[in-house]
């Protein structure tokens, strides 16, 4: 039932979702900006722990409605249900379509726009980054396929919807904290709430990011990668999820790299972001692969 659920999630993502508006959980801001008054204030190793319970609370009603469906109908209505949470958990915004949009910005030639929707991507205002903004964006969309599809993928074969909820659910809150944070002008303190919650999301994030760095390697150039693999492995004194982030970052551009090489240089906004995109989608494929291959071995054994 897995695979079946990733497939129709996958095939009813862009229109279902666009009608329903699934992807906006505002509910869940007002949630987040709840714990923060609460502790954001505060300081100490505790908070952890607290944020774990804060991110697995909105999970448990999501788990309970799955087991109380239980096999009705064939299991029909499970299959439904793990759906509908895949089509929540696959956001907030179809990444495909940000990168859409930013495309058709710089081919229209309006920087403005272009801004804006790689601040979308970012997490954090593009603006002044000059020639930097090329490579921002293309690490950007390597760095949020984890966040959006392939962590919520993970953790949905690991623990079923309960498992993908609790994914998005850890990458929600950090993003909501890491926005208020930057909307005051302050950076998230170490031993902070905020910073508990980014320290939750990377443990969540930790495997699934090397499994998605694994099939940028397999869709890209794969020599490439790997050497920029070794260089992120190097790297030391970052966060549980910065790392993880970098790693993401750098084995994707690897991949890409050779694909760039011949191109002009006021083309390479463009290819970047598109590009970029490409070796997801091939990495999508890959994990479509590897799901249907499992459960395949799964039912022979």
């Given at each position: 039932?897995?695979l ?11 229109g279902l ?8 959980p505002?509910?869940l801001?007002?949630?987040?900006d709840w ?8 300081g100490g190793?505790w908070?952890?722990?607290?944020a774990?319970?804060?991110v ?8 309970g ?32 379509d ?9 081919a229209r ?17 593009a603006?002044?980054r ?8 293309e690490?950007?969309?390597f760095v949020?396929?984890n ?9 949905f074969i690991?623990l079923?919807?309960?498992?993908a ?5 850890s990458d929600?809150?950090?993003?909501r ?5 930057a909307?005051?002008?302050a ?23 090397r499994l998605?760095?694994g099939?940028?390697a ?8 790997v ?9 030391v004194?970052e966060?549980?999820l910065d790392?993880?982030?970098d790693?993401?970052?750098?084995v994707?551009?690897g991949?890409?790299?050779s694909?760039l090489?011949?191109?002009a240089p006021d083309?390479?906004d463009?290819a970047?972001a ?13 994990w479509?692969?590897?799901?249907a ?8 054994v």
């Amino acid at each position: 039932m897995s695979l079946i659920a990733l497939i129709l999630a996958f095939v009813l993502e862009n229109g279902l979702t666009a009608v329903l508006h699934l992807r906006e959980p505002r509910w869940l801001d007002r949630y987040c900006d709840w714990a923060e008054r609460r502790l954001g204030s505060r300081g100490g190793g505790w908070l952890v722990v607290v944020a774990a319970l804060l991110v697995l609370l909105p999970v448990i009603p999501v788990a309970g409605v799955y087991t109380l469906l239980g096999s009705h109908l064939l299991g029909l209505l499970q299959l439904a249900f793990a759906v509908l949470v895949l089509l929540v958990s696959f956001g907030p915004r179809d990444l495909r379509d940000e990168v859409d949009d930013y495309l058709e910005a710089l081919a229209r030639g309006d920087r403005v726009e272009a801004a804006r929707c790689a601040k979308e991507l970012l997490e954090t205002d593009a603006a002044g980054r000059g020639a930097g903004l090329r490579e921002a964006v293309e690490e950007a969309i390597f760095v949020q396929a984890n966040n959006r599809i392939f962590g919520v993928v993970f953790w949905f074969i690991v623990l079923g919807p309960a498992g993908a909820w609790m994914f998005r659910v850890s990458d929600l809150m950090r993003r909501r904290a890491a926005f208020e944070a930057a909307r005051r002008g302050a950076p998230v303190a170490p031993g902070s709430f905020d910073a508990a919650l980014a320290v939750i999301h990377g443990l969540l994030a930790w495997i699934p990011a090397r499994l998605a760095a694994g099939t940028y390697a397999l869709a890209g150039s794969f020599e490439d990668a790997v050497g920029n693999w070794r260089a992120a492995v190097d790297r030391v004194g970052e966060g549980i999820l910065d790392r993880s982030e970098d790693l993401l970052a750098r084995v994707g551009k690897g991949a890409l790299q050779s694909s760039l090489a011949a191109i002009a240089p006021d083309a390479l906004d463009s290819a970047a972001a598109a590009g970029a995109w490409r070796i997801v989608s091939r990495a999508i494929w890959i994990w479509l692969a590897a799901v249907a291959l499992l459960v395949l071995v799964g039912q022979a054994v």
